[in-house]
């Protein structure tokens, strides 16, 4: 059974951090490509930042370049998003993204930035 729990979300002021993970199992994820993408009330699903599967190679979307960063063990089965000096715009539902042969995604975990 394939699965992918994200965690790590919660209320944080403007300024603060948060650091996401992704608990993945049931495929091979050393193999897949990992991505984070964030949706915000009213507005679509954009990418946020993705990792090959090594992790020898990032992307980050311009809104969040220099303030995330993007990281992965293979070795746990698991990726993880640091969030630093996070805005109020970056509010949103943020889900984990395996992409291979078979994309899946995760439930989603809320990150509320706000004072």
């Known amino acids: 059974q394939v699965q992918l729990v994200e965690s790590g979300g919660g209320l944080v002021q403007p300024g603060g951090s948060l650091r996401l993970s992704c608990a993945a199992s049931g495929f091979p994820f050393s193999s897949y490509f990992m991505k984070w993408y964030r949706q915000a009330p009213g507005k679509q699903r954009e990418l946020v930042a993705g990792?090959?599967?090594?992790?020898?190679?990032?992307y980050y979307a311009d809104s969040v370049k220099g303030r995330f960063t993007i990281s992965r063990d293979n070795a746990k089965k698991t990726v993880a998003l640091q969030m630093n000096s996070l805005k109020p715009e970056d509010t949103a539902v943020y889900y984990c993204?395996?992409?291979?042969?078979?994309?899946?995604w995760g439930q989603g975990t809320q990150v509320t930035v706000s004072s």
């Open positions: 993204k395996a992409d291979g042969y078979v994309m899946y």
């Open positions: 990792i090959s599967s090594g992790g020898d190679s990032t």
